[in-house]
């Protein structure tokens, strides 16, 4: 077959799409009897599937991506006038929109100094990972390597990654995983019932404390640095309790171990500042971003270190060894940085960051007022347009809900055109929290229709 076909006829498509596409995170048998979804065209928060049927994408590309909503002509003319000018060339050298993007970043991080482009979250994960063990080595003769993590924190899909992986579910069978990484615990004050020695007060700094416990466990000559996201989103949407940010910095200064904030799904705007490590007073050492950095028009993350970290990898130039020994071919395309450049002129130029901020207080109270009707509804949390409603049996005991009576609300919605999604095959028993983010363009109207959504969902599925 040649590459022409009939827009209005995507059955050539969707046949294509069987035969040969290996969908993500996705068993297969489904399609032997049911058609595969394609998504054809998408406007603001908007999509259109093969059948001209429309969705409201409460999810922004399913994971958290679509940021400045769909659709933008400026973001296809960004990337096109940078990729006919000088579409690549390796990160060794330097870009017009890669050192212009920079610029203007490190403007929205006080604190921060130098930009390493790469190309997926995981990615900029993994170079964070990488900068530690080296600094270990270059510093404190290899001890210092260890990388803590959080129970219920998701940092990506390769093995490393999955290695600093929260998610135990997500991670069966794709071990044995890479050794040097330590678990702490989950910060998530609605579950610490489950959490021995859990005070009724300050669970924050008591979440915090056993950070401190683990490090002083593991001796603190071995632990490099701390990978945290800043609000948890895959793990079920947790914004740590008041007073676990300042005691785990302490906790960081006194043991000399890097801060690594994680901001693949916060960053750029989604909790309504331009990243959620700065609604805590939060000054990481490293921070990583990907998905809203262009808002999924093209491909790109980055890794952003302080310039004292960044002087560890500069500051003797007479050790052939004594500098960041790593690339990323991908990291030196143009469209990432250009659409970068074009996706936070958006976000200034239409206020964004001030509409998420209102709209995501509007959603919540909206979530709030499901609480009320549906006993189901054990926890609401979120911040900004990030939000999430945790499904419980019962409040009392807070027993999660089955995670098939979960999908089953999530499916109800995309019936009605509208697409949520939850927590899914990441933390044994606990899939149960739906999770709500729609572009940072979303107005009251479109949340009150997303509402009004779920509360149907959650009338026809639980009665
Ligand atoms: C917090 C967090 N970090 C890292 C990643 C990995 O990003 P990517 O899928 O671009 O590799 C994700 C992906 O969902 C994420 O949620």
């Not at 005691?247 to 994680?262: F, N, S």
């Not at 450049?341 to 709209?359: C, F, H, Q, S």
């Not at 149960?432 to 979303?442: D, K, Q, R």
Request: aromatic share 8%; proline share 3%; hydrophobic share 35%.
């Amino acid at each position: 077959m040649d590459g022409t076909f009939n827009e209005n006829d995507l059955s050539r498509v969707v046949e294509a799409d069987r035969a040969h596409i290996w969908h993500h995170l996705s068993q297969h048998k489904v399609f032997e009897t049911k058609d595969p979804k394609i998504i054809v065209e998408g406007k603001g928060i908007y999509v259109w599937d093969q059948h001209g049927k429309e969705h409201l994408d409460a999810v922004s590309g399913g994971v958290w991506t679509v940021n400045i909503g769909y659709g933008r002509e400026s973001m296809g003319d960004a990337v096109r006038d940078a990729i006919v000018k000088m579409n690549f060339f390796g990160g060794t050298v330097g870009s017009i929109p890669g050192a212009l993007f920079a610029e203007k970043l490190i403007t929205k991080m006080p604190g921060m100094s130098r930009v390493y482009y790469a190309n997926s979250g995981s990615e900029a994960n993994e170079k964070a990972f990488k900068m530690v063990r080296q600094i270990a080595h270059k510093r404190y003769g290899g001890k210092k390597h260890k990388i803590l993590y959080r129970d219920r924190d998701y940092h990506g899909t390769t093995i490393a990654c999955l290695s600093a992986g929260g998610q135990d579910e997500r991670n069966a069978q794709y071990g044995p995983y890479t050794p040097g990484f330590v678990r702490v615990p989950h910060c998530l004050e609605y579950r610490k019932h489950e959490q021995e020695g859990a005070p009724d007060e300050n669970y924050g700094v008591w979440a915090a404390d056993q950070i401190e416990e683990i490090i002083l466990r593991e001796g603190a000559d071995t632990v490099g640095a701390l990978c945290l996201e800043p609000v948890t989103a895959g793990g079920g949407v947790i914004e740590p309790p008041q007073g676990y940010w300042d005691r785990v910095q302490e906790i960081c200064k006194k043991y000399e171990i890097l801060l690594h904030i994680d901001e693949v799904v916060c960053g750029v705007g989604r909790t309504g500042t331009w990243f959620g490590y700065q609604h805590y007073g939060v000054k990481p050492d490293m921070v990583t971003m990907a998905k809203g950095v262009a808002s999924g028009y093209a491909a790109i993350s980055c890794l952003v270190t302080s310039e004292a970290v960044f002087d560890l990898f500069k500051d003797d130039d007479s050790d052939p060894m004594n500098y960041f020994r790593d690339i990323s071919t991908f990291g030196g395309c143009t469209a990432g940085p250009a659409a970068a450049i074009e996706n936070m002129r958006i976000i200034e130029d239409e206020d964004l960051l001030a509409n998420t901020t209102a709209m995501g207080e509007h959603f919540l109270n909206n979530l709030h007022g499901l609480m009320e009707k549906h006993a189901v509804i054990g926890d609401v949390r979120g911040k900004g347009l990030f939000c999430g409603a945790e499904l419980v049996t019962d409040r009392a005991s807070k027993e999660p809900m089955d995670e098939k009576k979960v999908q089953a609300v999530v499916a109800d919605c995309m019936g009605q055109g509208v697409i949520i999604g939850a927590t899914n095959r990441s933390l044994p028993g606990k899939n149960n929290t739906l999770c709500f983010s729609p572009a940072l363009i979303a107005t009251k109207d479109q949340l009150d229709h997303l509402t009004d959504a779920v509360d149907q969902a959650l009338t026809r599925v639980f009665g």
